[in-house]
């Protein structure tokens, strides 16, 4: 049964090996097993692991093109895909919705700022928009076009990263999924693929004959998953050093000249 809505306010462990899930409404379900998959801000991922985020050094500041036109530069390079703008430290990606919309990200090398928290927004678009203008001054008018066609408020993104090589004991009786398990910044384009290929792997192991209890089940679904986010942890990794160089496209160039060569040579 799916309860919509439902905020967890605590998950406690009981004596017997379950856990207590308590609710916002007052209500509590005590489960023998809870998949824990609440994202970056995981509570739940205290009860499994010491491990948290640590912030990647780069921030996206994002906004939308609801309905961008013909005449949309962003848009139109945008095309069914992605669009990829680099220059030293600093980036304007660009990525096509499945409403047609397209979300421009302006990707910046940065501290991060204490004062928001991830998903903030800004109220003073104006401000926003003459920042980014000042921050990208000298690139193509073309691409800061962008900048006067998002209709949509801009959000604060600071991307996060959980370390490739993780290890944990298992806990009885409780698991993590997806960004709580294992998040990282989005340059591999990974991150809901993971995610559901986590929860489709943990449905088979709990249900393989070679698992007789929910324990088992835990350790094997675990240690796969940790053993596959390991590589994809270091790719997300690598692609964010690759895109926001301080040697602008030169990297990006070098990988794609690999790849051909390598292709070339099989
Ligand atoms: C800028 C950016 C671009 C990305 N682009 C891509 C991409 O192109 N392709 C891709 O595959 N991935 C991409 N990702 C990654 C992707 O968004 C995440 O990996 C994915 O959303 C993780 O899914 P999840 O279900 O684990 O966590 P989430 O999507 O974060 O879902 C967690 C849910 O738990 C809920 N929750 C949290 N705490 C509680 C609580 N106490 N009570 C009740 N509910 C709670 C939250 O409200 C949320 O709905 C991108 C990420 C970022 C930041």
Not at 115 to 127: K, P, V
Not at 164 to 169: C, E, L
Not at 241 to 244: D, G
């Given at each position: 049964?799916?309860?919509w809505?439902?905020t967890?306010t605590?998950?406690?462990?009981?004596?017997d090996?379950?856990?207590?899930v308590s609710?916002?409404?007052?209500?509590h379900h005590?489960?023998?097993l809870?998949?824990?998959?609440?994202?970056?801000?995981s509570?739940?991922?205290?009860?499994v692991?010491?491990?948290q985020p640590?912030y990647?050094?780069?921030?996206f500041?994002?906004g939308?093109?609801?309905d961008p036109?013909?005449?949309?530069?962003?848009?139109?390079n945008?095309?069914?895909g992605?669009?990829h703008?680099?220059?030293?430290?600093?980036a304007?990606?660009?990525?096509?919705a499945a409403?047609?919309s397209?979300?421009?990200?302006?990707a910046?090398r940065?501290?991060?700022d204490p004062?928001?928290?991830?998903?903030?927004?800004?109220?003073?678009?104006?401000?926003v928009r003459?920042?980014?203008r000042?921050?990208?001054?000298g690139?193509?008018?073309d691409?800061?076009s962008?900048l006067?066609?998002?209709d949509?408020?801009?959000?604060y993104w600071?991307?996060?990263?959980?370390?490739?090589?993780?290890?944990?004991?298992p806990h009885t009786?409780?698991t993590?999924l997806?960004?709580?398990a294992?998040v990282?910044p989005?340059?591999g384009g990974?991150g809901?693929?993971m995610?559901?290929?986590?929860?489709v792997?943990?449905?088979?192991t709990?249900?393989?004959p070679?698992?007789?209890?929910?324990?088992e089940a835990?350790v094997?679904f675990e240690?796969?998953m940790l053993?596959?986010?390991?590589g994809a942890?270091?790719d997300?990794?690598?692609?964010g050093?690759?895109?926001?160089s301080?040697?602008?496209?030169a990297?990006l160039?070098d990988?794609?000249a690999a790849?051909?060569?390598a292709?070339?040579?099989?």
């Open positions: 049964m799916i309860t809505g439902a967890v605590g998950v406690t462990p009981l004596p090996g379950r856990h207590r609710l916002a409404d007052g209500a005590d489960a023998d809870v998949i824990a998959c609440d994202g970056i801000r509570h739940a991922r205290s009860l692991t010491g491990e640590t990647s050094g780069i921030t500041i994002h939308d093109l609801r036109g013909p005449g949309s530069f962003v848009a139109r945008t095309g069914e992605i669009l703008a680099l220059g030293d430290n600093k304007i990606l660009a990525q096509r409403d047609r397209v979300r421009v990200y302006f910046l940065t501290p991060e004062a928001r928290t991830l998903g903030d927004r800004f109220a003073d678009t104006a401000a003459a920042h980014l000042e921050t990208f001054a690139w193509s008018p691409l800061l962008a006067d066609e998002i949509t408020d801009f959000a600071p991307l996060y990263g959980l370390p490739a090589h993780q290890h944990w004991q009786g409780i993590l997806g960004d709580a294992h990282m989005p340059f990974q809901v693929n995610a559901l290929l986590d929860a792997e943990l449905v088979h709990l249900f393989s070679q698992c007789t209890t929910i324990d835990i094997v240690q796969a053993d596959r986010m390991a942890i270091l997300a990794d690598a692609g050093e690759m895109l926001l301080p040697a602008g496209t990297p160039l990988h794609f790849a051909a060569a292709e070339a040579g099989q």
